[in-house]
């Protein structure tokens, strides 16, 4: 069993950074995808950005190429995601996910295991 906890979520001017943190336990993580998705209230879950299993290769939606970066360290269990530049939005909630997966993966039903999510706002 894996068990996912973000942080680092919160109020942000827009223009502002933030760097989004995803800690597992329960199992190492070097073996399985790790996604970022998001959810506005009211909207479905979208797919923020992936990295495969030794964070070589990365994948990120068109919305946010260029201003998200997203990393691991599997010496940590631990992965990031990285924004710049934030637009403003209202809140929404980050979740980090991790998926046996052998290709990135964008759809959030290949993903087994979710953390509760932590929310971020970026004011105008």
């Known amino acids: 069993q894996v068990q996912l906890v973000e942080s680092g979520g919160g109020l942000v001017q827009a223009g502002g950074s933030l760097r989004l943190s995803c800690a597992a336990s329960?199992?190492?993580?070097?073996?399985?995808?790790i996604g970022w998705f998001r959810q506005a209230p009211g909207k479905e879950r979208e797919f923020v950005a992936a990295v495969n299993q030794n964070g070589g290769r990365t994948s990120y939606a068109d919305s946010v190429k260029g201003r998200v970066t997203i990393s691991r360290d599997n010496a940590k269990n631990t992965m990031y995601l990285q924004m710049s530049v934030l637009k403003p939005a209202g809140p929404a909630v980050y979740y980090c996910?991790?998926?046996?997966?052998?290709?990135?993966?964008?759809?959030?039903?290949?993903?087994?295991?979710w953390g509760p999510g932590t929310q971020v706002t970026v004011s105008s």
């Open positions: 329960g199992r190492t993580l070097s073996n399985y995808v």
């Open positions: 996910a991790a998926a046996r997966a052998v290709v990135l993966v964008t759809r959030s039903h290949i993903y087994a295991y």
